[in-house]
């Protein structure tokens, strides 16, 4: 089962990599990964996207939980939550048709187009990983991807809950 | 006035020596020569210099574990500090507690492959409880504080702290402020036990009718032995240990049952099977321990006290799960069994010791002298009889080490001292030199192998040169024992790299370091040449043991099987 974990930790040199490491070193999967400061330039936020049984993923959180840098971590996942992603991805606009199409499924989608070359048109998408696998589903049909980037999952909880010191 | 200032190599000792610590264990190099200067000019701190990090390591190692403080080692950075890297994966396994102080590459060179430069945090990052990188003069005391800190605090481990020569040269000065209150925000081990935890384990304990106490390292690190003892005598419980959990109920008391596990013995095996409660205390259901996890004591509940989450319900699920300090959950455990005013279902618990005294009867540690060769099990037995029980035993790895665990009874905690978790050979000796510096007057034995002991012999040297007179029993079988009993019994005997040809000659060798050697081939030498091997107080004596070197270590459980599907010797199962 897909997992969202988010984890609050000393905004250290090292600290990402005790992470990274400990995924690896346990055999634990990592699907996405998305770090950056908080408010407080002290802490990292970082946000885990990770697949596993109800077993695997009670041995990811204690693992987690007992690196000397992080002071908290929560599975989303069991709660309601908020997920994004941003995708911004560059296809091929050689024609009208094209170029209507790629617009039309834009607005659906609603992202927008931030950037145009002589034959193509880059376009930027925020959303759940679902949406992002969606649209980029239906421009497949229509066009050809150049090329893609995803931010990876980001995620809060919904409420009055919040991960902080 | 103004303030004094220090060195960084001098804030290095002292910290160290702000912290009580008496022994450093290192070598030194290019870019700890500021510290070594430093420890040259002082007397608080006093330096034991090895020859081989490794064996540094494996020396603080046995000095912890013999005294319960942190373990103090010093290398250069580089292969000084890659050297460490064994050492510390075995006091990480183990949980001891350890600070290794490793010199890097001054910070401005870091990065560019610099002459002896390694990523020491790097390399050792999975096999550590934390790491620093000290990169600032006046951080210097509070990290080596907080170091030691999270070294000995929650469950202990290894912590490596990496110190770039620019901020120890003499020509930066600062201020000495060292923290006496360590707190960190992200870092807050749990004491005690929860109490509605601790009812729930009360209440499962005393109604079970099968109820087996199964101990391990933990009680030994947090100094519980007596505690263990109280309450398994409380609930006349059967007790069992694990390797590393040995001497946390004395040896010979009448509720211990023995060792458990893959050479554990048949009655302790045997007990957990049957077991309707297990109460398992500072011990982590390792795969040495279970067998097969899926085999393992279906029927039980399972209690599984610990101070880290991460051991419970890793392997085996625990039912009632209890997260805390051993000392201070058993004192827990012992106040509510008061409050209950427990007094054991007589009747439950006799009929279980009469199956258990059953199991017991067919005394599965046992082997057959006869009239030829020595039996390795007839040596572990005679340095038993001559030290009283009393010695602090180290061990290296391989059989010397399951018939040490077999037949020397440990009455104290810290008296077994073994790689368990790494299982390192070249351990022993190192580790039983850390003992001896902290217990001049008591018999420090290693007992080893042909094998093992020559992973770590350089250090006879080191030994002669702070006259640490251990005594080294090595069980000589001409070969890897233990690589040789598997390929006995699973690799149809095809004894592949198992042979020790060449081997050097012992005694020739001990004396050529300067101590004391003995060849004992003899069955009817062995009590009086072992009993003048400990008779000599001041020299290290090199007792070379020629055994049986077709002796298998017996009982061993059956691969992928329960816990009590064992052999009891060649060809005869349980």
């Not at chain 2, 040259?40 to 490794?54: G, K, P, S, W």
């Not at chain 2, 060449?502 to 069955?523: C, K, R, T």
């Amino acid at each position: 089962m897909r997992r969202i974990l988010s984890i609050l930790l000393e905004n250290e040199p090292g600290s990402l990599s005790r992470i990274v490491g400990l995924f690896s070193q346990r055999a634990f999967n990592i699907e996405s990964l998305t770090v950056a400061p908080t408010e407080d330039n002290s802490l990292s936020r970082i946000t885990i996207a990770t697949s596993g049984d109800d077993r695997v993923l009670e041995q990811i959180v204690k693992q987690v939980n007992k690196l000397i840098d992080v002071i908290k971590i929560t599975d989303l996942t069991e709660r309601d939550h908020v997920e994004r992603e941003i995708i911004l991805i560059k296809v091929l606009a050689m024609n009208d048709k094209a170029r209507t199409e790629i617009k039309r499924i834009t607005d659906i989608f609603r992202g927008s187009i931030v950037d145009i070359g002589k034959q193509v048109y880059t376009v930027e998408l925020t959303g759940n990983a679902e949406k992002i696998n969606a649209f980029i589903k239906t421009l497949a049909y229509e066009t050809e991807i150049i090329e893609s980037v995803r931010s990876g999952s980001v995620g809060i909880a919904r409420g009055e809950k919040a991960l902080r010191i | 006035m103004a303030n004094e200032t220090f060195t960084g190599a001098e804030m290095v000792v002292k910290a160290l020596s702000a912290l009580d610590v008496k022994y450093v264990f290192g070598y030194p190099g290019g870019s700890v020569l500021d510290i070594y200067d430093a420890i040259f000019q002082q007397q608080d701190v006093a330096h034991i210099l090895v020859r081989h990090e490794q064996a540094a390591t494996h020396m603080a190692d046995g000095y912890s574990r013999a005294t319960g403080e942190v373990g103090v080692v010093l290398a250069t950075s580089g292969p000084g500090a890659t050297n460490c890297v064994t050492g510390i994966a075995t006091a990480y396994m183990d949980s001891i507690p350890m600070v290794v102080l490793a010199g890097q590459v001054p910070t401005n060179l870091i990065g560019d492959d610099a002459f002896q430069e390694t990523d020491i945090v790097g390399c050792s990052r999975p096999i550590v409880k934390h790491s620093f990188n000290c990169r600032s003069l006046e951080d210097i005391p509070n990290v080596i504080a907080k170091a030691f800190y999270i070294a000995k605090s929650g469950r202990p481990g290894p912590v490596v702290v990496e110190l770039p020569k620019d901020i120890l040269i003499p020509q930066h000065k600062a201020e000495f402020h060292i923290e006496k209150q360590i707190k960190m925000r992200s870092y807050n081990p749990t004491k005690k036990g929860h109490p509605k935890q601790i009812r729930k384990a009360v209440n499962a304990i005393t109604q079970a009718k099968r109820l087996v106490v199964y101990s391990g390292g933990g009680v030994i690190l947090a100094d519980a032995a007596d505690l263990l003892t109280e309450l398994v005598e409380q609930l006349n419980a059967p007790c069992t240990n694990t390797l590393m959990g040995l001497g946390g109920i004395p040896g010979t008391h009448k509720n211990f049952i023995g060792m458990l596990g893959m050479h554990g013995s048949l009655e302790a095996n045997k007990a957990m099977a049957n077991a309707d409660v297990i109460l398992a205390l500072g011990a982590r259901f390792d795969d040495r321990v279970t067998n097969n996890v899926k085999k393992f004591c279906p029927n039980a509940t399972i209690v599984h006290v610990d101070i880290d989450p991460t051991s419970i319900s890793k392997t085996i699920n625990a039912h009632i799960p209890v997260v805390g300090l051993i000392d201070v959950v058993l004192k827990q455990l012992l106040t509510e069994l008061k409050e209950k005013q427990y007094q054991p279902d007589e009747q439950a618990n006799s009929s279980w010791w009469q199956q258990i005294n059953e199991w017991r009867s067919m005394k599965s540690i046992s082997y057959e002298q006869g009239e030829g060769k020595i039996k390795p099990q007839r040596v572990v037995e005679a340095m038993y009889k001559i030290t009283n029980g009393e010695a602090y035993v180290c061990s290296d790895v391989g059989q010397h080490q399951m018939f040490a665990a077999q037949y020397y009874p440990f009455d104290k905690p810290r008296q077994w001292i073994n790689s368990g978790g790494l299982g390192t050979m070249g351990f022993g000796l190192p580790a039983a030199m850390g003992v001896k510096l902290a217990f001049p007057d008591s018999h420090v034995i290693c007992i080893t192998g042909d094998g093992s002991i020559q992973m770590n012999i350089q250090e006879l040297s080191t030994c002669l040169q702070y006259q640490l007179p251990v005594v080294i029993i090595s069980l000589n079988n001409r070969s890897l024992g233990m690589v040789r009993q598997w390929q006995d019994m699973i690799y149809d005997g095809r004894h592949s790299s198992s042979y020790m040809e060449s081997l050097p000659d012992f005694v020739a060798l001990a004396e050529a370091y300067g101590h004391v050697g003995i060849q004992i081939n003899d069955l009817n030498e062995l009590d009086s040449k072992l009993e003048q091997a400990f008779s000599i107080k001041n020299r290290l004596v090199f007792v070379d043991v020629l055994v049986d070197e077709l002796e298998h270590v017996y009982p061993m459980q059956i691969r992928h099987g329960a816990v009590d599907d064992m052999w009891l010797g060649k060809g005869v199962k349980a």
